[in-house]
């Protein structure tokens, strides 16, 4: 579970349910790992040290992204249904 406070905590559960639809998993614990294994990236439960900050990066990023583009079209398709 991330350290960073929550803004809106009752939003928690969507947010990890969100996170485990974009990245093709059923648990959002498993959300990261699965997107490092699909770019190669060896991040492992714990300790982390060895990975450059590229590599944390492109895992962070491509899953923040996926979760902002999936909210954008979720947007889009209520407004459109207005």
Do not use: C, F
């Not at 947010?15 to 294994?37: F, I, N, W």
């Not at 590599?55 to 459109?80: D, F, H």
Request: net charge positive.
């Amino acid at each position: 579970m991330s350290k960073r406070k929550i803004l809106v905590p009752e939003a928690r559960d969507a947010m990890d349910q969100l996170k485990a639809k974009v990245s093709g998993t059923l648990d959002p614990k498993e959300a990261k790992y699965e997107v490092a294994r699909e770019q190669g990236i060896p991040l492992e439960r714990g300790y982390n040290g060895k990975l450059t900050s590229l590599q944390a990066g492109k895992v962070g990023g491509k899953l923040g992204g996926n979760m902002v583009k999936e909210l954008v079209r979720m947007a889009q398709e209520n407004l459109n249904k207005q």
